[in-house]
């Protein structure tokens, strides 16, 4: 009997398990724009453009590989609303009483699966390098799961720079030569390719546009690749300009360049038009030839099979109550400036504008800049991960929950990061560009014109001493502000809560 073979927006690869179960003579694929999966967060305007642009054109190359293919399009007049909906109405017409999908990254989807009345098997998601199950086996018995050693495992896993059973260059890390700050005038790096305009990425925008209007978000330019050809190209492009220097500056952010050496593939990798262990061997192949250093090479490596499988691992073990955590009791709401309200803070304006052009920005903008000043101001961790689930066109919840509420909000109390990630306008000036022209004064510690990041930074430390006093990693934090003047840490302290009461009343902050 025939079966439908689901195929999500961010499933769109050939090797995925539910189309190598499926048989191509008998079964039906079925694809849907729908507004339950448009709409559970204000995505990004260009988020949406590239998953529906990249579904119509996997759609397509699927039927010419052969397949049957039912897709439904957001304006179709018969378009149910939801993915089980849509396999509801897909079943009856092709009296079809079986589902294979391979499982979703998102519990919200997979229990919405699960629930319906059909017949549904979930695979598991083979486009991963570990599964759900040695995650689970790996994390057993251990006190703390730590994405060290989880890396090392997965590198003898792959092979990847292994010599033997040893690490390549006899460590596992060179993050000691990498992190220094850019200079703005390291002249001639090049953005990544953009893809040229065609009729369906057109077609798209012109959707969007009458839809989504409302949401936070430049959609055009438009220039993310929608195919798998194209996301290629960007990742060729990435081993050729960036790779050699991406560790050295990988922590960086300069004003004028939004992207510096990042790869800038995340929504690629994540939408399944690449996969993680070709783009490491590509990186691997890089420094074999003598192209790429191993720091840049092996930090690269580690974010792929090291942090982004081990972000998954934690996502699938901790289960659907994750998102809910609030360790810290934080509650404050997130500020206006999230969503494009005026600021004076040069980093915060910075990052979210940036956001809002390119549905992007990197690592340390998404956990120094804006992730950090959330968790110093003690923003409700639900509101922080809507933010970040919405804005950014590699988040879904899979890879973002556990990015956001763990590393960077510390809401699930220390499951993703053994410490807070949190700093002063100290690491923000070091490693940026920022603070030159900002209306605040990185060096001052108090008064009208203290950098808010140097004010809520004792702030935080101060509200949760119990908690991270007795942390190893924090103690030097509470010993100099244990050994600061009392007038001047009250002093801090007020200015820290007038600046939280300006922000909670609306104010420009
Ligand atoms: P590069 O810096 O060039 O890194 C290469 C690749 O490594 C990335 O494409 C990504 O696939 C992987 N990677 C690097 N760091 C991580 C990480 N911490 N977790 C998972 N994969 C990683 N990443 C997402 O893919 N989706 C998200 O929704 C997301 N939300 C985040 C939210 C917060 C608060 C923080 C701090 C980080 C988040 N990240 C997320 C991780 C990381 O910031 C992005 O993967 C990265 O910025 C994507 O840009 P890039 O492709 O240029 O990455
Ligand atoms: C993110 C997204 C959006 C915006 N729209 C769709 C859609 O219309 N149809 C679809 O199948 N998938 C979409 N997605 C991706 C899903 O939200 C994603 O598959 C789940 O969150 C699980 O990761
Ligand atoms: Fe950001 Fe403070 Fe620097 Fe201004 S001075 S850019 S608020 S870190």
Redesign the pocket.
């Known amino acids: 009997m025939v079966k439908l073979v689901l195929v999500l927006g961010d499933q769109l690869s050939d090797t995925l398990s539910a189309l190598q179960q499926a048989d191509k003579t008998r079964d039906v694929v079925v694809m849907a724009e729908v507004g339950t999966e448009a709409g559970y967060v204000p995505h990004h305007p260009k988020k949406i453009a590239f998953i529906f642009a990249a579904m119509r054109k996997f759609a397509q190359a699927l039927r010419k590989e052969g397949w049957t293919v039912t897709y439904t399009r957001l304006d179709d007049g018969e378009n149910a609303g939801s993915t089980p909906a849509e396999l509801l109405r897909r079943a009856q017409e092709f009296g079809a009483d079986q589902v294979l999908a391979t499982q979703p990254g998102e519990w919200r989807l997979i229990q919405a699966l699960q629930d319906m009345p059909l017949h549904v098997t979930l695979l598991p998601d083979t486009r991963f390098l570990c599964s759900n199950d040695e995650f689970s086996k790996w994390a057993q018995g251990r006190k703390a799961l730590r994405m060290e050693y989880f890396y090392r495992e997965m590198r003898r896993k792959t092979g990847l720079l292994m010599d033997g059973d040893q690490p390549e260059g006899g460590k596992w890390n060179f993050d000691h030569d990498n992190r220094k700050p850019a200079k703005g005038d390291d002249l001639f790096r090049q953005s990544p390719p953009a893809a040229p305009s065609d009729p369906i990425v057109e077609e798209v925008l012109d959707l969007v546009e009458a839809r989504f209007a409302d949401n936070f978000g430049q959609l055009r330019p438009f220039t993310f690749h929608t195919d798998r050809a194209g996301a290629l190209r960007v990742l060729d492009h ?1 081993i050729t300009h ?1 790779l050699p220097d ?1 560790g050295t500056y ?1 922590d960086a952010m300069l004003s004028d360049d939004p ?1 510096l ?10 939408a399944g038009l690449l996969h ?1 262990l070709e ?1 490491c061997q590509r990186a691997e192949a890089a420094y074999k030839c003598g192209h790429a250093p191993l720091n840049s090479v092996e930090g ?1 490596i580690r ?2 099979i090291g ?6 691992g934690i996502y699938f073990l901790e289960g659907p109550d994750y998102t809910q955590r609030n360790a810290l009791d934080h509650t404050r709401d997130l500020p206006a400036l999230y969503w494009g309200g005026a600021t004076r803070m040069n980093c915060l304006s910075h990052a979210v504008g940036q956001t809002r052009d390119l549905a ?9 800049v ?2 950090n000043f959330a968790l110093l101001a003690g923003v409700d961790p639900a509101q ?1 991960h809507e933010w ?2 919405a804005v ?1 066109a ?4 899979w ?6 509420l763990g ?3 510390f809401a699930d109390g220390g499951v993703v990061g053994s410490k807070p ?1 949190v700093s002063s306008g100290a690491y923000i000036d070091r490693m940026s560009d920022y603070c030159r022209s900002c209306h605040y004064k990185v060096k001052d510690k108090t008064g009208a014109l203290a950098c808010p990041f140097n004010l809520l930074y004792w702030h935080f430390l101060d509200r949760h001493r119990d908690r991270f006093a007795r942390n190893p990693r924090m103690a030097q934090m509470y010993r100099t502000w244990d050994r600061m003047d009392d007038a001047h840490c009250q002093q801090v302290l007020a200015d820290a809560g007038a600046f939280l009461s300006r922000m909670k009343e609306g104010q420009i902050i």
């Open positions: 990435f960036a991406f990988q992207y050496y990042h790869a800038v593939i995340g929504l690629y990798l994540n993680p783009v690269f974010q792929i942090w982004r499988e081990f972000i998954r992007y920005a990197h690592h340390i903008q998404r956990l120094m804006t992730g922080v970040y689930l950014y590699d988040a879904y919840e890879v973002e929950a556990p990015n956001t590393m960077s909000q990630y």
